[in-house]
């Protein structure tokens, strides 16, 4: 009992003082003088950012998606570094990178929504939905029996639900005009191929036109293919539709640059922090290597379109027409995260053969970035090239003394102005409300039957043509929509009315194939291509 006593003080000290030390120990985000405790675990210096995710996961007093949070972590970083930089979920990375891998998995449909309701433009030949019987005109009412006709779906959620790994299977109702019930359909997904190369023809004697999307895994060789075609069937001019081509994978910008230019011409240079600069010659193995070229742009045209287009114009090599192009000069690498999630990361500049680099700037944030399409309007750039100011060390010369312009997008060589592009404001007014499309897309649904006459798409362009009836139809719902027909309206405007409804009905009913070749001839811009290609100026 006696050395119960003598220890008891002793016993109630420790108890204290581990008191006291648990009690701190619990709270470890305050020091007893109230200042922020510093936490000093070994890799907290090396990386505070995966240092403070760790500990909100271990420390944080309410259940955190630890995913999501790296997500927004990793969002908000790269929003303060380009506008092109960035990272994109598990969910969205199939989508964002089918378009460039030249495939996807699926049924095989075009398809837009209509009135709240999916309606197929065309099932792609030898795909799974062709196969089973899926038509033109065709409304997808059901889906593994959830209705999607009527509940405001969206593009994104009809992929997302019609998508799915190769050998899966989908049911579709379909309704079909004539048929009084729904239709089923159960179809097996497949490997779907898509194409960088819209169409390839020969619109004018000996000049042949090729429109280019996008430059993905299997641009080249589709363009090859293409220009072997074209070069069999006779040509000796060569038009490059590049308009609305946001770009793609830079080594397809690369080799489709080959084939116009000679040997040893540089195509472009490559250079970043951390990446030593890079040179990309041309082989002298190009098809089409001194015949006359005209490269088309716009505001749209971006990137890879860009790299092709400045190598043209710096090795003095055919002719830009258009106008003045997007201005993306940055290169991206990509990298996979184990939940298959990615990261696109800018790693380094391109420039053209005359060392130009045309990024535009983007120091002000990626609001202001975006929002440079609206400048080129206000400042008038869209009507005049005179609208356009160059700074003065911006300003670059080939070999041949001709003036090249970097620090936002390549100058075409013969600019062509919006206005040109569309010769009255009725005509842009129709566009403005969607007339010609809501027009085009009715009357092929409800004359598809009568339309399928023209087994394709030349017997089409040949001998369809627009009647007096459509034509007072078609102003009488454009004056419905608000729209009045100008008491003055012209015959040449009336024609080009004409054309481009004609050449809208060809889209619906034979894809690019019956739209390109009724559309080009009131395409000011390819008409400038035409003339310039005519006028033995180009090389």
Same mark, same amino acid.
């Given at each position: 009992?006696?050395?119960?006593?003598?220890?008891?003080?002793?016993?109630?000290?420790? !108890?204290?003082?581990?008191?006291?030390?648990?009690?701190?120990?619990?709270?470890?985000?305050?020091?007893?003088?109230?200042?922020?405790?510093?936490?000093?675990?070994?890799?907290?210096?090396?990386?505070?950012?995966?240092?403070?995710?760790?500990?909100?996961?271990?420390?944080?007093?309410?259940?955190?998606?630890?995913?999501?949070?790296?997500?927004?972590?990793?969002?908000?970083?790269?929003?303060?570094?380009?506008?092109?930089?960035?990272?994109?979920?598990?969910?969205?990375?199939?989508?964002?990178? %089918?378009?460039?891998?030249?495939?996807?998995?699926?049924?095989?449909?075009?398809?837009?929504?209509?009135?709240?309701?999916?309606?197929?433009?065309?099932?792609?030949?030898?795909?799974?939905?062709?196969?089973?019987?899926?038509?033109?005109?065709?409304?997808?009412?059901?889906?593994?029996?959830?209705?999607?006709?009527?509940?405001?779906?969206?593009?994104?959620?009809? !992929?997302?639900?019609?998508?799915?790994?190769?050998?899966?299977?989908?049911?579709?109702?379909?309704?079909?005009?004539?048929?009084?019930?729904?239709?089923?359909?159960?179809?097996?997904?497949?490997?779907?191929?898509?194409?960088?190369?819209?169409?390839?023809?020969?619109?004018?004697?000996?000049?042949?036109?090729?429109?280019?999307?996008?430059?993905?895994?299997?641009?080249?060789?589709?363009?090859?293919?293409?220009?072997?075609?074209?070069?069999?069937?006779?040509?000796?001019?060569?038009?490059?539709?590049?308009?609305?081509?946001?770009?793609?994978?830079?080594?397809?910008?690369?080799?489709?640059? %080959?084939?116009?230019?000679?040997?040893?011409?540089?195509?472009?240079?490559?250079?970043?922090?951390?990446?030593?600069?890079?040179?990309?010659?041309?082989?002298?193995?190009?098809?089409?290597?001194?015949?006359?070229?005209?490269?088309?742009?716009?505001?749209?045209?971006?990137?890879?379109?860009?790299?092709?287009?400045?190598?043209?114009?710096?090795?003095?090599?055919?002719?830009?027409?258009?106008?003045?192009?997007?201005?993306?000069?940055?290169?991206?690498?990509?990298?996979?995260?184990?939940?298959?999630?990615?990261?696109?990361?800018?790693?380094?500049?391109?420039?053209?053969?005359?060392?130009?680099?045309?990024?535009?700037?983007?120091?002000?944030?990626?609001?202001?970035?975006?929002?440079?399409?609206?400048?080129?309007?206000?400042?008038?750039?869209?009507?005049?090239?005179?609208?356009?100011?160059?700074?003065?060390?911006?300003?670059?010369?080939?070999?041949?003394?001709?003036?090249?312009?970097?620090?936002?997008?390549?100058?075409?060589?013969?600019?062509?102005?919006?206005?040109?592009?569309?010769?009255?404001?009725?005509?842009?007014?129709?566009?403005?409300?969607?007339?010609?499309?809501?027009?085009?897309?009715?009357?092929?649904?409800?004359?598809?039957?009568?339309?399928?006459?023209?087994?394709?798409?030349?017997?089409?362009?040949?001998?369809?043509?627009?009647?007096?009836?459509?034509?007072?139809?078609?102003?009488?719902?454009?004056?419905?929509?608000?729209?009045?027909?100008?008491?003055?309206?012209?015959?040449?405007?009336?024609?080009?009315?004409?054309?481009?409804?004609?050449?809208?009905?060809?889209?619906?009913?034979?894809?690019?194939?019956?739209?390109?070749?009724?559309?080009?001839?009131? %395409?000011?811009?390819?008409?400038?291509?035409?003339?310039?290609?005519?006028?033995?100026?180009?090389?």
């Amino acid at each position: 009992m006696k050395r119960l006593k003598v220890y008891l003080p002793i016993t109630f000290a420790l !108890i204290l003082a581990l008191g006291i030390l648990l009690g701190y120990r619990m709270n470890p985000g305050m020091s007893p003088d109230n200042k922020i405790f510093k936490i000093n675990h070994p890799w907290s210096s090396e990386n505070k950012v995966s240092s403070a995710l760790h500990y909100i996961d271990q420390n944080y007093v309410d259940t955190v998606d630890m995913s999501e949070l790296e997500k927004e972590a990793l969002v908000s970083v790269l929003s303060e570094l380009d506008p092109h930089s960035q990272y994109i979920p598990a969910e969205a990375f199939n989508e964002m990178n %089918d378009a460039l891998q030249g495939n996807f998995e699926g049924i095989g449909v075009q398809f837009r929504i209509e009135r709240d309701t999916v309606v197929v433009i065309s099932a792609i030949s030898g795909g799974p939905s062709e196969k089973v019987g899926i038509k033109g005109g065709d409304r997808i009412v059901t889906v593994d029996g959830d209705t999607i006709a009527g509940v405001e779906i969206s593009n994104e959620e009809v !992929i997302s639900k019609l998508k799915g790994e190769r050998g899966t299977k989908v049911k579709v109702g379909v309704f079909r005009r004539g048929v009084d019930e729904l239709l089923h359909f159960t179809i097996t997904r497949d490997v779907i191929p898509t194409y960088s190369v819209d169409i390839a023809f020969v619109p004018e004697d000996s000049t042949g036109y090729i429109k280019l999307s996008k430059f993905s895994a299997t641009t080249y060789q589709e363009m090859k293919q293409a220009l072997n075609d074209l070069q069999q069937q006779g040509i000796n001019k060569l038009i490059l539709d590049l308009r609305g081509n946001s770009g793609g994978y830079l080594q397809a910008a690369i080799n489709l640059s %080959d084939e116009f230019l000679k040997n040893e011409k540089l195509i472009v240079y490559t250079e970043g922090k951390n990446r030593p600069r890079k040179y990309a010659y041309a082989t002298g193995q190009g098809s089409f290597e001194e015949k006359p070229l005209a490269i088309l742009i716009d505001e749209g045209s971006a990137s890879a379109s860009e790299i092709v287009a400045g190598a043209i114009q710096d090795n003095d090599r055919g002719v830009i027409v258009g106008r003045r192009s997007f201005g993306k000069g940055l290169v991206q690498e990509q990298v996979r995260f184990n939940d298959k999630s990615a990261l696109r990361l800018t790693v380094a500049r391109y420039y053209t053969p005359t060392g130009r680099s045309i990024q535009r700037p983007y120091s002000n944030g990626k609001k202001e970035y975006y929002h440079d399409l609206y400048e080129r309007w206000s400042n008038g750039e869209m009507v005049s090239a005179d609208s356009i100011h160059f700074n003065d060390s911006l300003i670059y010369t080939t070999p041949m003394g001709d003036t090249v312009y970097g620090g936002g997008g390549i100058m075409p060589d013969v600019f062509v102005s919006v206005e040109k592009e569309q010769t009255s404001e009725y005509s842009r007014k129709l566009l403005q409300k969607g007339l010609y499309y809501r027009f085009a897309f009715d009357y092929v649904d409800q004359n598809r039957e009568a339309l399928e006459a023209y087994e394709n798409a030349d017997l089409f362009v040949e001998g369809y043509q627009i009647t007096d009836q459509q034509m007072n139809s078609f102003f009488e719902k454009a004056i419905n929509q608000g729209v009045e027909k100008p008491a003055n309206l012209t015959n040449q405007e009336v024609k080009e009315i004409k054309t481009l409804l004609k050449a809208l009905i060809g889209r619906n009913l034979f894809d690019n194939e019956g739209f390109y070749p009724v559309y080009l001839k009131t %395409d000011a811009i390819y008409k400038e291509a035409i003339e310039a290609l005519n006028s033995d100026k180009v090389s």
